[in-house]
Every structure is written in C-alpha cells, then in structure tokens.
C-alpha cells in the first residue's frame, strides 16, 4: 500500500505543468501581461483665462461722524451697528449756548438795520439840500457814505445770524451717508471739543455694494487690460464656499509697486444682505475671457523632483511619464501649458504599477 501511494505522488511531480522541466534554462519567470488603464485623448479646448489672489473686502463709503460745535453731548439718538439713512440723527449737542448766539445775532441784526434805514432817511434829505445848494456837497456826500457804511453792516449782522442759525443746526449730528453705524466713540455727557480727538463721534460704513481690494502681478494685470470682454470677478469665502454674486473691475492702479512688483485692483461686489463684512479676507478669482488650452483631471498630473508630470500611453503600447507646464485649475481639470500635443492619450489611474516602458492596454472612457 505504502509504496502505491509513493510511486503515484512521483507520477503527480513528474507530469505537473508547474514543474522545474517547465522552467526556462536561464531561470527567469515568463514575462508579465500589459496593465489596463483608463484614458483619454486631449484636445485643445476653451477654458476661461483666471487669475487668483487673495483679496480683503472694504466699505465703498466709510465716513467719519464728527461734532462740528464744542458742547456736552446729551442724547445718543441711534443703537450701535444699526443701517441708518442718510440724514437720520445721530447725536445731540446742548442747544443753549447756541441758542442764545442766535438771539443775540439777531438783536444785533435789527439794530444795524434800524440804523441802516437811519442813514438811508439822512442821506436821502442832505442830497436833496444839496442839489438846491443849501448844504454844501461835501456834507452830502458824507451822508451817502454813512448809509453804504450801515448797508454793509446790514449785510455783516445778516451773516452772523447765519452762522448763529448754522452752529445751532450742527448742534443735532446727522448721518452723512446711509449705511451701517459703528460704535459710538463718545459716551452721553462729554465734552467735545471741534478742534481735538473728541470730536470724533463714530462710524459709517455703505456695504452694499462692497469693494475688494487685491493685487496682480505685472503678467496678470497686462492680460487681464487686454481683455476683449467684461472682466468678471468671483469672490470664495472664507468657509470655500462661492459668494453668489459677480463683480467688476471699478480700479486699476496707474503705477506698479516695487516691492511687490504688483499692481493693485479694486473690484465692486452687491452685497444686499450684508453677507460680506469690510475688512473679511477672501479669496478672489478674476476672470478675463477664454482661450483653446489642454486640459486633463487633476488626478492626472503627479510631481516629481523635477515637477510636474502625466503618463502618456505611447503609440508602441508602453507607458512614458511626460514633463509638463501646468497653469491654473478649471473645475476638476488641470490646464496643461506645455508639455502634451492634441491627439496623445494620457493615462488617468493605475499609477501605481507603471514604470517607464511598461506595456499598457488602454480602456478609453
């Protein structure tokens, strides 16, 4: 029994397809299949031409609230980081003092005029002497003098009741513009003073529409003046999420910072619902048209120590990596600058089991 099952187990080595007489003499195994990857052709195509920076948002308008008369500040007539219109009171200002000038401008007001019409009266009497030759010119022409004098005095108290009435008004402090108020710098019961640091009451700020200020290097900045089209700018917030309006170029800057060697941009932005902030970092797309460019997913590209490469299947069925220029990122796609031809096939996965001359077997999708 034993030496049947010994004989038998000898047969089963002897006639195996895996046995060492399959073997080649030289001791290598049978070379490996292709590897099926998945890839596409690459044409050219349009994408838009953009340019990113990082940009900080401002008020179109922020004004300073300023008192414009000394006094004691008695009311604050507003609640801080309330939108106000333009006009809507503010602060106020004692009225007392400022009444009483008023009063006393006045009085002197009609005291000039009465003595205005005094000299009109006079004036009007020595000329009518005058020319019956029973006063001497001199004497009329004096009065006459005398009644301009009163006129321009006339005019002096008219202009004094007029800064009274002034000085009186700036006594209630309005908002300058409409939009949103900050918080107030001076509280009830100080003194302010027009000349100092105190007469700096407190903000507004319009946000709607908002700016966003950036910069561009040189290159951008001659791109985006060369623009046939509207320039469009997109705004992501800080969370990554777009901002749902578009905006525009409102300024360019006229000189190029050496520092930087960039240009500054300003860009104007609805902002209704005040969803945006002044002084909020965002970034900021701008985009100056399109152009024909090739473009493969972001997937596709890899980086090496000496940059940036793709897989491409070549026309002998082997896979070759290829050095590329990338530009910027359309969506889930990479615009290629460089580096790859309309008509050659790029390789999207698999990447781990390519080797320079790795036979390959394409599944296009």
């Known amino acids: ?15 195996s397809p895996g046995g060492a007489q399959d073997k080649k003499a030289d001791g290598k195994a049978p070379p490996a299949g292709p590897v099926t990857v998945a890839a596409i052709d690459v044409a050219p195509q349009p994408v ?12 179109s308008r922020e004004v300073q609230v300023r008192a414009r008369v000394a006094g004691i500040v008695e ?8 939108a106000v219109k333009a006009g809507a009171a503010l602060f106020r200002i004692e009225r007392t003092p400022y009444e009483i ?33 029973a006063i001497s010119q001199k004497e009329a022409d004096q009065a006459a003098s005398t009644q301009r004098q009163s006129a321009a005095a006339v005019q002096m108290a008219q202009a004094r009741v007029r800064q009274a009435e002034l000085n009186l008004s700036y006594t209630t402090v309005t908002a300058p513009i409409g939009g ?6 001076q509280s009830v019961g100080t003194l302010v003073q027009p000349t100092n640091d105190s007469a700096l009451l407190t903000t507004i700020t319009r946000g709607d529409p908002i700016w966003v200020r950036f910069a561009l290097s040189e290159p951008e900045y001659a791109r985006v003046r060369s ?8 705004i992501e917030l800080a969370d990554g999420k777009p901002y749902p309006a578009k905006g525009k170029i409102n300024f360019a800057g006229s000189t190029v910072d050496a520092s930087t060697a960039t240009v500054q941009m300003r860009a104007e932005l609805a902002n209704p619902r005040q969803q945006l902030l002044p002084g909020q970092y965002v970034r900021v797309k701008v985009v100056a048209g399109t152009q024909d460019a090739i473009v493969v997913p972001q997937k596709a590209v890899m980086q090496n120590e000496t940059g940036r490469f793709v897989w491409v299947a070549g026309a002998d069925g082997k896979a070759v990596p290829r050095n590329v220029r990338a530009g910027s990122w359309v969506g889930a796609d990479w615009v290629i600058l460089d580096g790859l031809k309309a008509g050659e096939t790029v390789i999207v996965d698999n990447f781990a089991r390519l080797r320079p001359g790795t036979p390959v077997q394409v599944r296009k999708g």
Do not use: H, W
């Open 1 to 15: 029994m034993k030496l049947v099952m010994v004989l038998s187990l000898a047969c089963l080595v002897g006639c």
């Open 227 to 234: 623009a046939e089209k509207a320039i469009q700018v997109e």
């Open 180 to 185: 949103i108020t900050g918080r107030a710098l």
């Open 75 to 82: 009311q604050q007539l507003y609640n801080e980081g309330d």
């Open 101 to 133: 000038e008023l009063q006393q401008a006045r009085a002197a007001l009609a005291q000039e005029q009465a003595r205005s019409e005094l000299a009109q009266q006079e004036s009007e009497r020595l000329k009518r002497l005058a020319d019956r030759r």
């Open 48 to 59: 838009p031409v953009s340019f990113e920076a990082v940009g900080r948002t401002e008020g």
